[in-house]
Nanobody, 121 residues
Framework: VQLQASGGGLVQPGGSLRLSCAAS????????MGWYRQAPGEQRELVAT???????NYADSVKGRFTISRDNAKNTVYLQMSSLKPEDTAVYYC????????????????WGQGTLVTVSS
């Protein structure tokens, strides 16, 4: 399973961006999807996750500003970011977990390539 993330860029404080991450591959089934971020000199941290039943979980720092959603027909997860702050500057990584079929069903835990979000005036 491969992931392709897009939507990063430069935005002014208070602005908005929408990240997308599409999964592709052969026979697979997606469970949890999520976004993580890593700022320079920092460890990767959870931003938001969404389970197969659409239950969501957010880091306290983004609650009320970011919204995670998924389109199961497109195998895509989105992150709508609003009221962006300079401290949101980071490389954002999507994460998808599920199972794929190759004779048997196997679990996978895939990461996207990362997309840079810079919040600056």
């Amino acid at each position: 399973v491969q992931l392709q993330a897009s939507g990063g860029g430069l935005v002014q404080p208070g602005g908005s961006l929408r990240l997308s991450c599409a999964a592709s591959g052969s026979t697979f089934s997606i469970g949890s999807m999520g976004w993580y971020r890593q700022a320079p000199g920092e460890q990767r941290e959870l931003v938001a996750t969404i389970a197969s039943g659409d239950t969501t979980n957010y880091a306290d720092s983004v609650k009320g500003r970011f919204t995670i959603s998924r389109d199961n027909a497109k195998n895509t997860v989105y992150l709508q970011m609003s009221s962006l702050k300079p401290e949101d500057t980071a490389v954002y990584y999507c994460n998808v977990q599920g199972t794929y079929y190759s004779g048997y069903w196997y679990h996978f835990n895939a990461w996207g390539q990362g997309t840079l979000v810079t919040v600056s005036s």
